[in-house]
């Protein structure tokens, strides 16, 4: 594990090159890579879903239908009437914006390494001379409690705990709630889901991402095609800027987010134990030249040292056989943060041969 001790050269704040008019080399991703900013995109976004319905119960039969088709055919949707109030949500938006903006000699009391990723950021792998992305972010751990401290976390603003606690408490709710959605969806018992990720031992953190205005946005990447790792996503973003972009049918499709709404993704984790059901899908962040962006993704994780592997229900050869090996979390973030981001080559990779 020698190799995750450091990052393998100095890191730069990519806020500190926004006020440059060419960006640096290391952040030019090869041409196949660059986004196609300006042809104009599809009037195609994901779906809506809207929560009301199901708040009192699971049986309103078309919400549910509603929910299972966009796992199955897109793998992200909009939740809106979630539940959790648009104070929370814009406070927590608003006291991150704050941080971000505070000098960077007060965030790099922060900075963060290899080993564990928590705090201040700019880079994800630790591959020599890698092509970067043009984000900075902070990362921190919320649960189990073990691996939640006070102290990593931001002093300033002097609100920002307490706002992150209130909201991840909000959120860590709405996620046991989609697992009950999901789960039934699946055909599997209500609690079932929950179960294969530890019960009440869910891992959860929180990655906020900003994006700094790029003087040349069509060159790189605000974050490079991924999908996420865990089990499921809770993306807050702002809504007066585009910036996410969902790869449907070999298309990136930009998101248009809706205000007070959160941009929900199934992770690796359950396209594994679905076996296949339901997709991870890849997805990426562009950047531009007007506006700064803030982001805020809350990963919902199965307890990390839990071996995952698909449902017996949903292993039904031959037109379903096991389609991924057993691992545990742990060993499956090991192997993400030694390599970076690349697409979905590992949630690919641990098929049986
Ligand atoms: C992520 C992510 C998207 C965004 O942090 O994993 O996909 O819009 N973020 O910042
Ligand atoms: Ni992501």
């Known amino acids: 594990m020698d190799c995750l001790k450091d990052w393998p050269e100095p890191v730069i704040s990519v ?16 041409p196949s890579q660059r986004p196609n900013i300006t042809t ?23 919400a549910m239908e509603g929910i299972r088709k966009a796992c199955r055919e897109w793998g992200f949707f909009i939740l809106v009437n979630h539940g959790v109030e648009p104070e929370l949500m814009r406070a927590m938006r608003g006291v991150w914006r704050r941080f971000f903006y505070l000098p960077l000699k007060d965030k790099k009391r922060y900075a963060n390494s290899p080993a564990t990723y928590e705090g201040f950021g700019s880079r994800l792998g630790v591959e020599k001379g890698a092509i970067l992305d043009w984000g900075d972010y902070f990362f921190l751990h919320i649960l189990p409690p073990c691996m939640k401290n006070h102290e990593k976390w931001p002093a300033l603003p002097t609100s920002c705990r307490e706002i992150t606690e209130e909201y991840s408490k909000e959120l860590i709710k709405l996620c046991g709630f989609l697992m009950k959605v999901f789960s039934r969806n699946l055909g599997l018992g209500e609690e079932r889901l929950q179960e294969a990720f530890g019960g009440e031992e869910v891992g959860v953190c929180l990655r906020v991402n900003y994006y700094p205005k790029c003087p040349q946005p069509d060159l790189t990447l605000g974050l490079s095609p ?34 007070d709404s959160f941009i929900v993704n199934i992770a690796d984790q359950l396209q594994i134990l679905s076996n296949g059901i339901y997709k991870s899908v890849e997805h990426r962040v562009i950047v531009n030249s007007s506006q700064d962006r803030i982001s805020l ?49 590992l949630v690919e990779a641990i098929k049986p041969t």
């Open 40 to 62: 104009t995109s599809s009037n195609l976004n994901i779906p809506t879903i809207d929560l009301a319905a199901l708040r009192q119960g699971l049986d309103d039969h078309e």
């Open 226 to 259: 991924h999908s996420d790792p865990g089990g499921l996503t809770l993306l807050h973003v702002d809504d007066h800027v585009e910036g996410l972009q969902v790869l449907k049918d070999s298309e990136w499709i930009t998101v248009k987010p809706a205000p």
């Open 297 to 345: 993704a809350f990963f919902y994780n199965p307890k990390s040292d839990i071996p995952i592997s698909p449902f017996g229900e949903l292993v039904t050869p031959p037109e379903r056989p096991v389609m991924y090996q057993q691992m545990t979390f742990d060993e499956y973030r090991l192997s993400i943060r030694k390599r970076g981001l690349k697409g979905k080559s």
């Open 15 to 30: 806020e500190t090159l926004t006020g440059l008019l060419t960006i640096p080399e290391r952040y030019i991703k090869p």
